[in-house]
C-alpha cells in the first residue's frame, strides 16, 4: 500500500507515518513545516519506503504533481488553532477548506480514489445532546475552526458521490500522546514549568472535555485500511468518558510535583467557540471493533511527562 499523509511531519500525521512503515506499507509524507516538526521524521529520513515532501497544500501544482501513484491518502494537515481563529479568520478557510479542496482535486486528476479525513468534534458546536452521535441534529457551528472542517466534510461526501471515492471521515475529540505541540496541557505545561506557584485557567475550570490518546487514535485510521470502506462514512473518534479541566490540573500538577495557586478568568467558556462539555457517541467505530486502550488519565500523564522530558517543543512555542 502506497500511502500519502498530509500534515506528515506533525504530531498525528508522523506517528501514523512510523505505524504505516511498520506495517510493511509505503509513505509519502507532505508537510510545509509550518507546525510540523523536523524531528519527528528525522528518523524515517533513510527508511527505504519513505519520502519526504515539503510543501505547502495551497500549491497546487506541486500537490499534484506528488499525489499520483497512491492507493490513499491521510488528510491529517489542518490549522487547528481553536483559540485564536477570530483573529486571523482566513487562516481557517485556506489551511482546512481550500486545502481540503486541493487535495481531492489532486486525487482526482491523479486517479487516486481513497482518502481518510481528520475532522473534528467541534462540528458539533454546543450540541444538546449527550453523547453527541454522528446523526445529531444539523448544529450551529461556534467556532470557525468547526466551521471549516465542516465544510471540507461537504467536499469529501461530494467528491465520494460525484466522482466515486471512497472516503471515511473521523471526527476526533482532543488527542494527547508523545509529539503532541499545542492544547490545553501543553499550555498548562509550559505555564507550570515557567511559574510552578501559579496556574491561571481560561473559563472556570468546570469545563468537561474528552480525550484520546495518539496511538489509539492511528490505531482506528489503520482500521480504514483494513476494512476497505466504499462510499462515505462518519465515525466518531473518542472514549466514553470525559473529564472537568480542573481534574485535567489535578493530574498535571501531580506528575510535576507541583501545588500552584488556580486563578481563573471566568464563565462557562475559556474562549469563544469553547465548547463547554464535549462527549461523542463511539457507538459505530466500536461495532466496528475499535477500542481505545488508554483512559484520559493514562493519556494526560503520558503527555505531561512526554512534554517535561522535551521541553524544547515548550520553549519553542514559547
Not at 467558556?269 to 467505530?285: E, H, N, Q, T
Amino acid at each position: 500500500m502506497k500511502a500519502f499523509v498530509t500534515g506528515g511531519a506533525g504530531f498525528i500525521g508522523s506517528t501514523l507515518a512510523d505505524r504505516l512503515l511498520a506495517g510493511g506499507h509505503q509513505v509519502t509524507a507532505y508537510d510545509n513545516f509550518s507546525s510540523g516538526q523536523r524531528g519527528f521524521v528525522a528518523h524515517n529520513l533513510v527508511h527505504p519506503a519513505y519520502r519526504l515532501i515539503e510543501g505547502d497544500l495551497l500549491d497546487e501544482r506541486r500537490l499534484a504533481d506528488a499525489v499520483p501513484g497512491h492507493d490513499v491518502v491521510f488528510h491529517l494537515a489542518a490549522n487547528a488553532d481553536v483559540r485564536h481563529g477570530l483573529e486571523h479568520p482566513r487562516r481557517d478557510l485556506e489551511q482546512n477548506t481550500i486545502a481540503t479542496y486541493n487535495v481531492l482535486e489532486s486525487m482526482r486528476l491523479g486517479s487516486v480514489r481513497r482518502i481518510v479525513f481528520s475532522s473534528t468534534g467541534s462540528i458539533y458546536g454546543e450540541p444538546d445532546v449527550f453523547p453527541t452521535p454522528e446523526n445529531c441534529p444539523f448544529p450551529v457551528q461556534t467556532s470557525l475552526y468547526g466551521a471549516s472542517k465542516l465544510a471540507g466534510e461537504g467536499l469529501v461526501s461530494a467528491y465520494c458521490t460525484g466522482y466515486g471515492f471512497s472516503g471515511w471521515v473521523f471526527r476526533f475529540v482532543s488527542i494527547l500522546g508523545e509529539r503532541y505541540t499545542h492544547g490545553h496541557v501543553f499550555d498548562f505545561v509550559r505555564q507550570l514549568r515557567a511559574d510552578p506557584a501559579n496556574l491561571r485557567i481560561l473559563g472556570d475550570g468546570k469545563q468537561r472535555k474528552s480525550y484520546l490518546y495518539v496511538q489509539d487514535c492511528v490505531d482506528a485510521m489503520m482500521l480504514a485500511l483494513e476494512k476497505r470502506p466504499q462510499g462515505y462514512q462518519v465515525l466518531n473518534l473518542g472514549t466514553d468518558e470525559y473529564v472537568s479541566v480542573e481534574e485535567s490540573v489535578s493530574l498535571i500538577t501531580r506528575v510535576m510535583g507541583v501545588k500552584p495557586r488556580l486563578s481563573y478568568t471566568g464563565g462557562a467558556r475559556g474562549w469563544v467557540g469553547d465548547s463547554p462539555f464535549i462527549f461523542l457517541d463511539c457507538a459505530k467505530i466500536r461495532a466496528l471493533g475499535w477500542m481505545p486502550r488508554l483512559r484520559i488519565a493514562g493519556a494526560i500523564e503520558r503527555t505531561t511527562k512526554y512534554l517535561l522530558d522535551n521541553p524544547s517543543l515548550l520553549d519553542r512555542r514559547s
